[in-house]
């Protein structure tokens, strides 16, 4: 399976990318109207002691990744200028390092295009390749020390007839060593370290279309199912519990890990729509969940944020267009999500980064460049 490949098994699954690789980019606008900010222009200046943001874009004719203060400014390039097509960025718990997936081929004109995890210097000054070239892969993750990278691959052994499968990789986050790989019984679409120890939640689907939340030790040595019907899921900031959203019910539940009725999903809203795409702010106080009509229709339309201890649900972005992965600032006051244009034809889709400030209500358009910007992630 090529890196598009793994990217189009569902806009929802890697977190707002997938689907959208396969649209074009549209010449007209289906995103509200907004005050348009200045197009995107490289910094030289080295900012220190800020929050950045780290998202994708396409500006200068290459998918790179580039790193940008809050407010729009001071953008810089991160990623390895050899290569062509940089997506999931992720940022080291210290906020120094961004890792990604690379390429040096074109992922939309090569069926057999694989890629490679990177880490760079987030001034764009270093670069080391931590991974060979592989087809499938899962946007890289670190875990709590910084210390080592996890990232999902999709393989099948030489000579092997049967259906590939999914292969988690941890390595060494500063030369690409690798501590193991461990094969996983069905596909998994999402990976996500707990913040307080060596545990990640598995998110994966059968053949048959549905879906699992496991919990498993990085060793490979403990796995248990937590949970049936729910594209994505998310950490509490202490570790104890995760977020889910029942695609099913339409719920968005909370599941306490050392809870002593058995894992009891507790209810904290219910949607009108799928609940596809889930992120937990950094304080605990709220969850950001991008919905959609049906979580096999590939693409989320609308993204709210819930209060969890009231239940309270507020719409930051609907209409026509997609929206997708919602990421939180680390003191979880600003929430960062891509929102984007439908169109049918191959190639990176228009799309921009958009921004939600809990202290006003108020939501505003970050970028507004002529192609692609988004999957926006804040460093610590």
């Known amino acids: ?28 606008g289906n995103t509200p109207a907004a005050e348009q900010p200045a197009a995107i222009v490289q910094s ?12 994708v874009s396409d500006q200068d004719g290459e998918v790179a990744i580039y790193t940008m203060s809050a407010d729009g400014s001071n953008v810089r390039r991160a990623s390895n200028s050899d290569l062509n ?50 087809s499938g892969l899962i946007q890289p993750l670190w875990s709590p020390d910084g210390a080592r990278l996890a990232f999902v691959s999709w393989e099948k052994a030489e000579g092997e007839e049967e259906e590939a499968h999914s292969v988690i990789h941890i390595v060494r986050a500063d030369s690409g060593e690798v501590e193991r790989n461990l094969t996983f019984p069905s596909e998994i679409h999402q990976l996500a370290w707990s913040p307080i120890e060596d545990k990640l939640l598995v998110v994966s ?16 040595a403990e796995i248990t199912e937590l949970f049936r019907g729910a594209m994505m899921a998310d950490w509490s900031p202490d570790g104890e519990s995760i977020v889910v959203g029942d ?66 649900i507020a719409t930051l972005a609907e209409g026509h267009g997609w929206v997708g992965w919602p990421r939180w600032s680390s003191d979880g006051q600003r929430l960062t999500f ?17 921004l939600y400030d809990v202290a006003s209500g108020q939501t505003e358009q970050l970028t507004a460049g002529e192609g692609f910007e988004g999957m926006g992630v804040w460093s610590p």
Not at 91 to 100: F, H, I, L, T
């Open 205 to 220: 689907g059968d053949p048959d279309a549905r879906t699992y939340v496991h919990l498993m030790s990085t060793d490979g």
């Open 247 to 312: 695609y099913t019910s339409q719920d968005v539940l909370v599941i306490e890990l050392e809870d002593d009725q058995g894992l009891t999903p507790r209810p904290i809203a219910q949607m009108t729509m799928q609940p596809v795409e889930i992120a937990w702010s950094p304080d605990g106080a709220r969850v950001a969940v991008a919905t959609a009509g049906h979580y096999r229709q590939g693409y989320a339309t609308i993204m709210k944020i819930i209060t969890v201890e009231t239940g309270e």
């Open 44 to 55: 030289t200046d080295t900012p220190t002691g800020e929050q950045r943001i780290a998202f």
């Open 85 to 134: 097509f940089c997506i999931f960025p992720a940022w080291s718990p210290d906020g120094q390092r961004v890792a990604y997936a690379g390429t040096t081929g074109d992922p939309f004109a090569d069926n057999d295009g694989e890629a490679a995890v990177w880490v760079s210097a987030a001034d764009g000054s270093q670069h080391v390749q931590v991974s060979d070239a592989k």
């Open 338 to 354: 891509t929102w984007g244009h439908l169109s049918r034809s191959p190639g990176m889709p228009r799309a921009d980064l958009w």
């Open 1 to 28: 399976m090529t890196i598009l490949g793994t990217l189009t098994l569902s806009v929802l699954v890697t977190g707002g990318l997938a689907l959208y690789l396969t649209l074009s980019r549209a010449q007209g």
